[in-house]
């Protein structure tokens, strides 16, 4: 079969899209590409449709070997990329042969890389997406992280290639505190003023507790009024408020329901930048209406539905 030969599979790689929905009655997370300003537009520099499947990367440490015509596209954080053992840069279009090399090594600012082809990979959906959730042993190659021997099949394409993104357009993601708007829950009120003033008013570090799962916090306490609640469905970008006080932003592998009050939940592309920021960073908390966050969440999917 043709396509990527895994020379070297790194410490964490995942093929992804934009998720699995419509299941979460049953259990089944979401799951999906964490940060999707990288990845959609990779697809959009590569005029590819924007639920095409694509490899997540964390960590760096990943080889590839081509055996086939294509062009590739790198998002994402900074990271090392050689083609062929020549330095290139990420946020571009490049053209690959058969025997060609790619290698993604140390990421330097950011935690994930998003790498796709023309069309995307040449692999079977499972229950509506490709996406992996190796929890549940679905999507992606047999519903695993890649692994050195793996084959990534594509077609061959001769489009055009070296497309590449403005800078102004590149996200930066060395940040020293990171501002995540909050739209408040129908529990925001178990929480009392004085409460909801601390939370919005300290910075809390990111713990090594942070994976596509969730993200854990550390800072101030808060507390609610509540000593629990009978579990029910949450959303991504979820702030469960636990009771050591410690917020839990819930991401896209997060379970399906749970029975912690919550303070309220992030803009989800606010989650996106959280995907990139590295432990031991800094967030804080912005609170914001609805009407302008609809309107933020527009103006932001506008950018990859317009021609």
Same mark, same amino acid.
């Given at each position: 079969?043709?396509?990527?030969?895994?020379i !070297?599979?790194?410490?964490?790689?995942? #093929?992804? /899209? !934009?998720?699995?929905?419509?299941?979460?009655?049953?259990?089944?997370?979401?799951?999906?590409?964490?940060?999707?300003?990288?990845?959609?537009?990779?697809?959009?520099?590569?005029?590819?449709?924007? /639920?095409?499947?694509?490899?997540?990367?964390?960590?760096?440490?990943?080889? #590839?070997?081509?055996?086939?015509?294509?062009?590739?596209?790198?998002?994402?954080?900074?990271? %090392?990329l050689?083609?062929?053992?020549?330095?290139c840069?990420?946020w571009?279009?490049?053209?690959?042969?058969?025997?060609?090399?790619?290698?993604i090594? *140390?990421?330097?600012?950011? &935690?994930?890389?998003?790498?796709?082809? !023309?069309?995307?990979?040449?692999?079977? *959906?499972?229950?509506?997406?490709?996406?992996?959730?190796?929890?549940? %042993?679905?999507?992606?190659?047999?519903?695993?992280?890649?692994? *050195?021997?793996?084959?990534?099949?594509?077609m061959?394409s001769?489009?055009?290639?070296?497309?590449?993104?403005?800078?102004?357009?590149?996200?930066?993601?060395?940040?020293?505190?990171?501002?995540?708007?909050?739209?408040?829950?129908?529990?925001?009120?178990?929480?009392?003023?004085? %409460?909801?003033?601390?939370?919005?008013?300290?910075?809390?570090?990111?713990?090594?507790?942070?994976?596509?799962?969730?993200?854990?916090?550390?800072?101030?306490?808060?507390?609610?009024?509540?000593?629990?609640?009978?579990?029910?469905?949450?959303?991504f970008?979820?702030? &469960?408020?636990?009771?050591?006080?410690?917020?839990?932003?819930?991401? *896209?592998?997060?379970?399906?329901?749970?029975?912690?009050?919550?303070?309220?939940?992030?803009?989800?592309i606010?989650?996106?930048? #959280?995907?990139?920021?590295?432990?031991?960073?800094?967030?804080?908390?912005?609170?914001?209406?609805?009407? %302008?966050?609809?309107?933020?969440?527009? /103006?932001?999917?506008?950018?990859?539905?317009?021609?």
């Open positions: 079969m043709s396509g990527f030969e895994v !070297k599979s790194g410490i964490f790689t995942l #093929l992804q /899209d !934009k998720g699995r929905f419509g299941l979460t009655h049953l259990g089944v997370t979401n799951s999906g590409v964490m940060d999707e300003y990288a990845a959609l537009m990779a697809h959009k520099m590569l005029d590819n449709d924007l /639920d095409t499947n694509i490899l997540e990367i964390v960590f760096g440490n990943v080889e #590839l070997k081509s055996s086939v015509d294509s062009v590739v596209c790198i998002t994402g954080a900074k990271c %090392e050689f083609i062929n053992d020549i330095p840069q990420t571009k279009t490049y053209k690959i042969t058969n025997g060609d090399t790619l290698k090594g *140390k990421v330097l600012d950011g &935690q994930r890389v998003y790498l796709c082809v !023309k069309n995307g990979f040449d692999i079977k *959906k499972e229950f509506g997406s490709y996406s992996t959730t190796i929890k549940e %042993e679905l999507g992606g190659l047999n519903g695993k992280q890649l692994k *050195k021997g793996d084959t990534l099949p594509f061959k001769n489009s055009l290639f070296g497309n590449r993104l403005k800078q102004i357009h590149i996200p930066k993601y060395d940040e020293e505190v990171l501002t995540l708007r909050v739209l408040l829950s129908y529990q925001e009120e178990s929480f009392s003023k004085a %409460e909801k003033e601390k939370f919005f008013s300290s910075q809390y570090k990111i713990t090594p507790d942070f994976n596509r799962m969730a993200c854990r916090l550390s800072g101030e306490e808060v507390h609610s009024s509540l000593n629990g609640i009978i579990s029910e469905g949450i959303t970008g979820s702030i &469960q408020i636990p009771k050591n006080g410690q917020p839990i932003i819930l991401l *896209k592998e997060r379970q399906t329901i749970g029975g912690y009050p919550k303070i309220g939940s992030v803009l989800s606010d989650c996106f930048k #959280l995907a990139q920021r590295k432990v031991g960073s800094y967030v804080r908390f912005e609170e914001i209406g609805i009407l %302008e966050a609809q309107t933020k969440l527009k /103006d932001f999917y506008n950018v990859f539905n317009n021609e």
